[in-house]
């Protein structure tokens, strides 16, 4: 029986929402073709995940656990996933597209020699390899893919597919792990961006524009967020002000969100940006300029000035609360 491994990542104590979503994708895929579900987890220690893993159907749980692993660094995630990779023997292996398997997919296609469909979103498997639909172009495009191989290797962009449980009761393979010397590494982080909800699992996302402009616009922002529970985003264009950090920037060249519900304030909605956050389920657009192109692609659209609807907008959210 051929085997589908699905990488489970974990971030402070926590299984990654998007994790679980291609868990559960992979299930389906993996039911459909006859083949065996299983999991790989690498944490500091694994095993603590193995309950909800098996809840979602993966009957084989391959971890490994390591200090090492307190914080992200590719090359020993690369080492650990190829460690389980050479012992469990997929013919596909599947992630959540995340900053933190970009460099990991590519370096595992080079040495396995794998077929690698990076950030797709959507995917089934066919009789003779994989077939996925890809956003290219700033997702203005989807493109159609497949690939064959002995091994196919996938990143899922988050909120491409529904997590759903289905438990099963899984063994769980302890595999050795001895970390390499790696050339790089990491001595100290020296920032982090001490989001108190993380961005790219929210399931609701405050995110400002330029039309934010200062230190009030931001604070609305903050207000906002705080009463909602949300996360806080950012166009490039107001991240280049410095009013946000780096890290909050959402886009094509920033992080991918796909929350349930989205503020675009004071975001024009330039494809750069909307590349990031077209999965979102519900968007609301708030703009003065009620030819923005964000309108185009928002559920709910308040035409007016931030300044003027943020206050109210929070206050009555608050009484609701
Ligand atoms: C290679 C490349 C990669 C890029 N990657 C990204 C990326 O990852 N993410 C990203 O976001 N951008 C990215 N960009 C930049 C992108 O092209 C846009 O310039 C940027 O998204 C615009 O940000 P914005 O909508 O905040 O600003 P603007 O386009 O200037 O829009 C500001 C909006 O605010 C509205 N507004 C102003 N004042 C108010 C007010 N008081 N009340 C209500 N509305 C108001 C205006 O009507 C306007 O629609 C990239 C560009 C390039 C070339």
Redesign the pocket.
Known sequence: MSTFLVFVATSDGKIKRSSLEVLSHARSQAEKRGMLLAAAVVDTDATRYSDEIQSYGAKTIYAISNPVFKTHLNASLIQALSTIIETAKPSIFACASTEATKDVLGALGASFNAAVLPDVASFELTDNGVSALRPVMAAKVLSQNTATGDLILISVRSGSYDSAKSPVTAEVKNIGFQPSDFAAVLREILTSAGEKVDLSEAQVVVAA???V?DEVGRKLIEDLSEVLGAAIGA????VETGLFPATA??????KVVSPQLYFA?????????T??MANSKVIVA????AD?P?FQMATYGLV????KILPLLTEELRKLK
Do not use: E
């Open positions: 524009g330029r039309g402009k166009s490039r264009a107001v920037q959402i886009g094509q060249t920033g304030i004071g975001i024009s909605g330039a494809v750069q940006h590349a990031g708030i703009n003065k300029d923005a964000i007016g000035d931030l300044f």
